[in-house]
């Protein structure tokens, strides 16, 4: 299975674009890319996922590098409601393993 | 919208207590998920189930089993509640087929103490 690394933490300033990276240097060509993040005492909430293509949708966007080896997830306009713990795993379909890993901290500031 | 309902959003247990957990979806998805989130190592899948009575290990399925007897509803079970357990623990479910569709909705997880 594909393991994805990100940083631990990230501030960013609220109204600016949050760019969150991923690095999946081992994903397979048949692996999805999926974000989904989690505020404090909730359960992970989906936010978008991908193959190879950018991806948009009223949440977020995501692009994904040509190599497929890493990807990026943007909030456009952040919000003090986006601070979160961002993660980004990789499976593939058909298969039951999502592995989530420790994703990302990230503080919107006001 | 989906929803995963698990029965109880704390719970404090005895050590060597037997323990269940309940999880409801109510989409008529196929696959159901058990986790646990502990601070510092992230979401890791304990069982899941692709049908009902069918069931999977995951990454750390010891001292856990599981039971699917109805679509709708996944148990995790501690035979033996020990210390080493206590921790977050998160149900979620998707619907089997493409990608598309695979997408996880999560519980708000159930916070188990043992003592």
């Known amino acids: 299975d594909a393991k994805t690394t990100q940083p631990t933490s990230m501030d960013c300033a609220e109204g600016r674009a949050a760019n969150l990276p991923c690095n999946h240097s081992t994903i397979s060509g048949n692996e999805y890319v999926y974000w989904y993040r989690q505020i404090h005492s909730q359960g992970p909430q989906y936010i978008i996922h991908g193959l190879k293509n950018n991806e948009t949708n009223e949440m977020a966007s995501l692009i994904i590098t040509e190599d497929r080896k890493s990807s990026t997830l943007i909030l456009p306009h952040a919000t003090l409601r986006d601070t979160a713990v961002y993660y980004c795993?990789?499976?593939?379909?058909?298969?039951?393993?999502?592995?989530f890993g420790t994703g990302t901290r990230l503080k919107v500031l006001a | 919208d989906v929803k995963v309902t698990q029965s109880s959003r704390y719970l404090v247990k005895r050590t060597g207590e037997k323990v269940f957990l309940e999880c409801v979806q109510d989409?008529?998805?196929?696959?159901m998920f058990w986790y646990r989130q502990d601070p510092g190592l992230g979401l890791r899948l304990i069982y899941f189930?692709?049908?009902?009575?069918?069931?999977e290990k995951g990454d750390i399925p010891e001292g856990y089993s599981v039971s699917r007897e109805k679509k709708e509803r996944f148990s995790l079970i501690l035979e033996s509640a020990s210390t080493n357990q206590t921790s977050m623990y998160l149900c979620?479910?998707?619907?089997?087929?493409?990608?598309?569709?695979?997408?996880?909705?999560f519980g708000s997880g159930t916070q188990l103490s043992v003592l």
């Open positions: 189930s692709y049908d009902v009575k069918m069931k």
């Open positions: 989409m008529d998805h196929e696959n």
């Open positions: 979620a479910s998707s619907s089997a087929g493409t990608a598309l569709n695979e997408k996880l909705f």
């Open positions: 795993i990789v499976s593939t379909s058909g298969t039951y393993k999502y592995i």
